[in-house]
């Protein structure tokens, strides 16, 4: 009798529980929230570095899979000649190499900026220059094999997938023209609709060129990370390195918040040279750049956010 009286109560428990996690903020969500709060004036901490414990040539992109992170690289052998490899590298969270794959043909071996879609990782790889061609791949995370989904005739620098909107968004060399398909899912595979007639829009911000893009699960948001240097001309004076980041809407692609990260010296490339992540928990967010070449570090943030 007594089990009897205590299972409705237990239900009850069940149910009062599923209900509050049903309520509770998505921690992917939050980041929207969360990256609202970063301001000019922000203060950075950079909580903690991790040097990555093999050559990573010169890093473009990176995503996260649950504990892993995939890195995109280019190795350059001849640029002039158009000769080089294109690197996707598993490596845990404290910088060791679990697995790797090349990617790309040809004078197409330039990876660029690349994202996971819950399924899927997306890489473009293209020819190491302005106007070129580009192959699209997706990369199962699991078994690391790579499919070529479409050819595009211009350099894709960076890729992000919104699989509940059915739309893939890229960004031209230098991020100065959006790119957006139509996908579907066939047999457990994305395919892209009409490859070669996306849908073009000219970017509106000009203070840094995007290169790398990361997707808010559930949502139509993109975190789009980029650099520019500036230069004084006829002048010796050391370049001025600026990284930003922004929050944009893909359905639009209307800027709903962007903001500086913070300077280095001007000998260093900028925190947002490259590849970039960014995680939310109760703390706050996190974020993660390897902006260095060949002997590169996981710089991780954790910067004060500010209601």
Sequence with gaps: MQNKTRLPLLLVLVIGMAQVAIASPNADVAIIEQFRQLRKNTNWEEADTRPVQFRTYHPQGMAAVADRFFLSSVEVINRAAEEGV???????????????????????????????????????????????????????????????????????????????????LAVSWGARRFYRWNTTREDGCWTVLEPSAPDMQYNVSHYVDYQDMQWIPGTSYVICSGVQTYRIPDTRLPAFRLGGLELIDATDLRIHHQVPVPLRHPAAPAWTQNPFLVESDAAGLRFFFIPEDDESHIHIFEPTLQP
Excluded: C, Q
């Design 86 to 168: 294109g690197h996707l590298f598993e490596l845990d969270r404290d910088g060791a190499l679990l697995r790797h794959i090349t990617l790309g043909e040809d004078a197409l071996y330039h990876p660029g900026g690349i994202d996971y879609d819950g399924t899927h990782i997306w890489a473009p790889v293209a020819a190491y220059r302005p106007d070129s061609a580009t192959i699209m791949y997706t990369v199962d995370p699991d078994t690391m094999e790579s499919r070529e989904v479409f050819r595009f005739d211009d350099h894709l620098g960076a890729v992000t997938h919104l699989p509940n909107k059915n739309m893939l």
